[in-house]
């Protein structure tokens, strides 16, 4: 009889663990950035482009649609930019440029798992781009006395839409929660700057560049079983 009313125990206790998870989550993600200019012809000799490290956070809502899929909508800051650069040169060999934006994303992800607590995720889905700095018609020098070269800057769009992939190794806590850590590829569908490199002597010499906006970002997630946030009911007897 005691066995019996041991395992009618254990069987409530099971079910009030799996009632207090959720199918939502909400959490956030922060990490790194890398960006570069894409180019329409071939780069004059010795000049290259270079990626440039900016950065991401955002905040993010989950709800898992089964076992081993979610929807994901996120919303957070975005900064990328690039890197212009002259290899001949001793010093201030490059242009560098940045640029912050809103981001977006609306997407989902597919999960597999290969240990009771660990899995792997593809992420997919679209975004949008705002650009905060506003409109960025300018001309930037590598150095103020006797410039080598220079950058013609022309903004095309302040919004611009992206489609994203990602891969993401992550982990369930005791309580629920999810930790990730993810690579994710953001390339625009449009461009977002386009450039022209002048250089030589009255800078009569020049090539185009553009910018649209695709990164390479890699990070770290958090995401909050809603479940957790529940408040045990308790109750006292005389």
């Known amino acids: 009889m005691q066995k019996k009313?041991?395992?009618?125990?254990?069987?409530?206790?099971s079910s009030l663990q799996i009632n207090a998870q959720s199918r939502w989550y909400v959490g956030a993600n922060g990490g790194v950035a890398l960006s570069k200019t894409s180019t329409n012809d071939t780069l004059a000799n010795n000049f290259s482009t270079r990626n440039r490290i900016g950065g991401f956070a955002n905040l993010n809502l989950s709800y898992d649609l089964t076992r081993a899929s979610s929807l994901n909508l996120g919303l957070g800051y975005l900064n990328t930019g690039y890197k212009i650069a002259n290899d001949t040169m001793a010093y201030n060999t490059n242009i560098a440029k940045g640029f912050s934006s809103v981001n977006i994303q609306l997407g989902m992800s597919l999960r597999q798992g290969f240990s009771s607590s660990n899995y792997i995720s593809e992420r997919f889905?679209?975004?949008?781009?705002?650009n905060l700095d506003g409109i960025q018609n300018d001309t930037t020098y590598n150095q103020t006395?006797?410039?080598?070269?220079r950058l013609v800057q022309n903004e095309k769009a302040r919004i611009y839409p992206l489609f994203y992939l990602g891969i993401v190794f992550g982990g369930k806590t005791e309580g629920g929660d999810r930790y990730e850590f993810n690579v994710t590829y953001q390339q625009a569908i449009s461009t977002s700057h386009q450039m022209n490199v002048q250089y030589g002597e009255f800078f009569g010499k020049s090539f185009p560049v553009n910018f649209k906006g695709g990164n390479v970002q890699i990070g770290f997630t958090y995401m909050f079983n809603f479940g957790n946030?529940?408040?045990s009911e308790e109750y006292f007897y005389d």
């Open 5 to 13: 009313w041991a395992l009618w125990l254990l069987l409530g206790i």
């Open 125 to 130: 889905g679209v975004s949008m781009n705002y």
């Open 145 to 149: 006395l006797n410039p080598r070269f």
């Open 229 to 231: 946030f529940q408040k």
